[in-house]
C-alpha cells in the first residue's frame, strides 16, 4: 500500500500544490462562513490528539462542496490551536494536508472547480444504488474500497454514510464494513444549516444571516470483534442524527402514507 513522504500524499498528490489549492479555496469561502453566515462550531476539543492516521469522521449531509469546505476551516483552524473557532484565516497558512473526503465519482467529474475540489482530497467511489438520477445495482469496486483504505492508513478521512444530501435517507453498511475490517477511531458530526444557507451545491450563499452549525462528537466507542455492521451503522446514524427518533415528521409522513393508502383501496 502506498505511502505518503515529504513531497507528495499517499495518492502522490505533491504538497506544495495540495497547500495552495487548500489556501485559495479557504481564502474565498472563508467569508461564506465568517461573513454572509456565520459558522458555529463545537466540539474540536475531540479533535485534539487524534493519531494522524486511522481517523474516520461520518457525518450528515446537506450540500456537495461547503459541508467539506467548512470542515476543512474547522480542522486547519484546530490544527493551528484555534479551537471551536474559524476567526482568525491565518490558519490557512499552515492546513492539515493527509485529510480525505469520500466523494461520488459523477459529483467530481463535473466541471473545472469540481476538479479542484477533487485535487484538495478527494477520495471518489461510483455510487452502487444510483448514478445521475437513475436507480442502479452494481457491484462494489475494491479498487475504491483500496483508496478509502489507503487515505486511512495515511491520514484522516470524512465519509458521509448515507451518500446523498437527502435528510434521513438510510445509512450504507459499507461505511461499517469498512470501520470493523480496519478499525479507525470514529469521530460523528452532525451539521445544520447548510441546507437553508447555500444551495445544493454549496458553492452559491442562498441566504445570508443563517448561522449553519458544524459539532464535533465524542469518539464512539465500538466492539469491532463482537458488533456487526449493522449494529455499527445504528451507532453511526444515530451518533449524526438521521434516525427516525430525531425526524419530527416521521410520524406525520407515516399518518399521511397510510391515509393515501386507505383512500386507494377504497
Not at 452494481?138 to 458521509?160: H, Q, Y
Not at 459499507?174 to 477511531?185: C, D, E, F, S, V
Not at 444551495?199 to 465500538?222: C, H, M, Q, S, Y
Request: proline fraction near 3%; include cysteine; charged fraction near 25%.
Amino acid at each position: 500500500m502506498a505511502k505518503k513522504n515529504i513531497f507528495t500524499d499517499a495518492f502522490g498528490h505533491i504538497y506544495v500544490l495540495k497547500r495552495l489549492i487548500i489556501f485559495i479555496l479557504g481564502m474565498v469561502s472563508y467569508r461564506r462562513f465568517n461573513g454572509f453566515n456565520k459558522l458555529k462550531i463545537s466540539g474540536t476539543e475531540y479533535l485534539v490528539g487524534l493519531p494522524d492516521s486511522n481517523v474516520l469522521f461520518v457525518s450528515n449531509h446537506q450540500t456537495y462542496f461547503a459541508d467539506v469546505a467548512a470542515m476543512y476551516h474547522a480542522f486547519c483552524a484546530a490544527n493551528n490551536g484555534y479551537m471551536n473557532s474559524i476567526k482568525n484565516p491565518v490558519y490557512l497558512l499552515n492546513p492539515k494536508v493527509d485529510f480525505y473526503y469520500v466523494a461520488a465519482e459523477e459529483t467530481m467529474n463535473k466541471g473545472i472547480l469540481s476538479k479542484i475540489f477533487k485535487l484538495a482530497g478527494a477520495v471518489t467511489v461510483k455510487r452502487t444504488w444510483r448514478t445521475e438520477g437513475k436507480n442502479v445495482n452494481r457491484m462494489v469496486d475494491l479498487n475504491e474500497v483500496d483508496n478509502i483504505m489507503k487515505a486511512l492508513s495515511n491520514g484522516w478521512v470524512i465519509t458521509f454514510p448515507q451518500g446523498t444530501t437527502t435528510a434521513f435517507a438510510q445509512g450504507r453498511k459499507g461505511t461499517a464494513k469498512l470501520i470493523k475490517n480496519q478499525k479507525p477511531i470514529v469521530i460523528p458530526i452532525k451539521i445544520n444549516g447548510f441546507r437553508r444557507a447555500f444551495d445544493k451545491k454549496g458553492l452559491r450563499v442562498k441566504v445570508t444571516g443563517v448561522k449553519p452549525t458544524l459539532e464535533f462528537k465524542a469518539p464512539l466507542t465500538i466492539d469491532y470483534e463482537n458488533e456487526n455492521a449493522q449494529q455499527i451503522l445504528e451507532k453511526i446514524m444515530t451518533a449524526i442524527e438521521q434516525t427516525n427518533d430525531f425526524n419530527i415528521l416521521y410520524d406525520y409522513d407515516q399518518e399521511l402514507k397510510a391515509k393515501k393508502l386507505e383512500e386507494n383501496n377504497n
